[in-house]
Structures are given as structure tokens and as C-alpha cells.
């Protein structure tokens, strides 16, 4: 048998649509999404922004710092040399384009279609919540108030990177990241949980990756899936893509509705504080989710 590839879904074929994301939420925790909503030109816009923002010099790009590790530029380090990272975080919060854009000096065009996409993005952030929760048959409104970081991120390859790690296996530690992928250099592979194969995802121009986390796992009572992946180099160029991380609640912690548990599904995970989980994450160097194992009830 082949490789498995993860699952597509149209979202203009709108029978079952919450049904099947919930299905590829526990299949895959990965999956690609066609006919989001997200206007072409947007994206391709936000595309031309970040690859103008990225050629921006090194002095310039260190002024997108953050007092903590993670939610600011991230430069090429020994972990990972090829990549490096601008952050808006939180993009949710009132001024964080305006900050962002001051602190590295973007145009007025740069930072009208940087808040422009990133409000794009949650919104149809918000609408795969609804989708969630619609298909679980719960009620009410997910991802409400919850931090969301915007992140470009560059993967500097040459001929002597070709075959190496370009961002290493990881789980992403929120709820669900909305990736628009390089639109040519692939790269970017995923495990498959049921055979434990890397599959490549490769790209589809015009369309978005989604990426379940750490956090939907946890909400979900162990349902879904934080999908591991890595990006790989195999070509000496470069290679662009924007995340949207929709993150953890900001003031409750994170732990699964009351409606996902029952006596055949105890609870899973003691409920934490999403702060809390990502510093222990990177305390005990855990980057797919091993860290999870801390919260686990005595009944999982
Ligand atoms: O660049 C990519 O395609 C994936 C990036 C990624 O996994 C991440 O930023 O968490
Ligand atoms: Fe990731």
C-alpha cells in the first residue's frame, strides 16, 4: 500500500463539513483546507509582505523582541540555523500590528495587509471552532478571547543544506495553527498516526494547511490528534510560510468541556494553565508533546 496523504477538505462543500473536520481533527491532526474563504490576492499579498519584511537587515528584524522566548523574532540558532521568524504576538490584542510594525519600521502598506490577513485568518480560525463544536454537538463558542500569534517564517537553504532539517519534528503547542505553506519548495512532512510514516504535504497553491496542537488534544479528552511534523530542505532555495497560532485560553485553563466526558470517557489530562505547559515544554525540552504525559490522570 502507498503512503497515505492527509485529508482535503472543500469547505464550499459545506454536507458534513463539521463532521469531517472533527475527522480529520482525530485521524490526522493535519489536514488541508481548499476553498477557505481567504482571497488569492490576500494571500498572495501577505506572501510579498513577508518576503519584503524578512530581506529586512538583522538589526532591524532583533527589534521584534518579546521578554518571552518564543513570541518575538526568533534569529537562526543551533537548533535550527536555516530558520528564522517574525512574530505579531498577540495579534488579538489592541496595537499589536501597530507595535509590530513600529518596531521593525514596516510601510503602511506592509502593516494594512499584514492586519489584514491576520484578521482574515481568525476569522476563519473562528469558523473551524464553530465547526468543532458543531460537529461534537456542543454548544457555544470556541477559541473566544484566546491569544493568537502571527509568525512569518523564512527557511534560508543553499546547496550545502539540501537533505538537512529545516525546522525540527515538533507538535505545535496551542489549539491549531492555520499554515499558508511555500507555494513551490516543499518541505514540510507529516506523521501519520496510524502507520507512523513521515508523509510529505506538499504544496497546493491557494489553499491552507491546518495543524492540530498540544491544547486540542487535551480539550478534545484525548480525541484529537497533535499531528508531529518537520520541515525538511531539498532544494537551495528559500523557502517562505505564515502561521496563525490560535494558542490556549487566556484566563481559564485548559481542560475538556464537561459534555466530552463520561464513564466511558473519563477525563484524560488534569486541566493547566497554557503558560504553564509551554514552559514546561521547553523545561523538559519535550517539542512533540511529551510533556503532556504530566498531566495525565489515573484513570488514562
Ligand atoms: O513552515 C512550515 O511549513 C511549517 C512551520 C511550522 O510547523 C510552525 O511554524 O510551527
Ligand atoms: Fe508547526
Avoid at 106 to 118: F, M, N, T
Avoid at 126 to 148: A, N, R, T, V
Avoid at 269 to 285: A, G, V
Wanted: with cysteine; hydrophobic share 35%.
Amino acid at each position: 500500500m502507498g503512503k497515505r496523504s492527509v485529508p482535503v477538505i472543500d469547505m464550499q462543500d459545506v454536507s458534513g463539513l463539521a463532521e469531517k473536520i472533527v475527522r480529520a481533527c482525530e485521524e490526522w491532526g493535519c489536514f488541508r483546507l481548499v476553498n477557505h474563504g481567504v482571497p488569492m490576492e490576500l494571500m498572495a499579498e501577505m506572501k510579498g509582505a513577508t518576503r519584503s519584511l524578512m530581506d529586512l537587515p538583522m538589526e532591524t528584524k532583533l527589534k521584534n523582541s518579546h521578554p518571552e522566548p518564543g513570541k518575538g523574532y526568533t534569529p537562526p540558532n543551533m537548533a535550527s540555523p536555516y530558520f528564522e521568524g517574525l512574530s505579531v504576538y498577540d495579534m488579538t490584542s489592541p496595537g499589536a500590528f501597530d507595535h509590530f510594525c513600529s518596531q521593525i519600521d514596516a510601510s503602511p502598506h506592509q502593516r494594512e495587509v499584514l492586519e489584514k490577513y491576520g484578521f482574515a485568518l481568525h476569522d476563519l480560525a473562528q469558523l473551524l471552532g464553530s465547526k468543532l463544536m458543531e460537529g461534537l454537538g456542543l454548544s457555544g463558542e470556541l477559541f473566544k478571547g484566546w491569544p493568537c500569534q502571527l509568525k512569518m517564517n523564512k527557511y534560508n537553504y543553499s546547496p550545502e543544506t539540501v537533505g538537512l532539517t529545516g525546522a525540527v519534528m515538533h507538535s505545535d503547542p496551542g489549539f491549531l495553527t492555520i499554515l499558508q505553506d511555500d507555494e513551490i519548495v516543499n518541505g514540510l512532512e507529516a506523521v501519520d498516526t496510524i502507520t507512523g510514516e513521515l508523509v510529505p504535504v506538499d504544496p497546493i497553491p491557494g489553499t491552507l494547511v491546518v495543524n492540530v496542537g498540544d491544547v486540542a488534544t487535551v480539550w478534545s479528552n484525548g480525541r484529537f490528534c497533535n499531528v508531529k511534523h518537520r520541515v525538511q530542505c531539498y532544494e537551495p532555495t528559500i523557502r517562505t510560510s505564515i502561521a496563525l497560532f490560535v494558542l490556549g485560553p487566556k484566563d481559564e485553563k485548559v481542560e475538556a468541556p464537561p459534555q466530552l466526558v463520561d464513564s466511558d470517557h473519563p477525563r484524560r489530562y488534569i486541566p493547566f494553565d497554557f503558560e504553564d505547559y509551554r514552559k514546561l515544554r521547553t523545561k523538559t525540552n519535550s517539542p512533540t508533546g511529551g510533556a503532556l504525559k504530566y498531566f495525565l490522570t489515573q484513570s488514562s
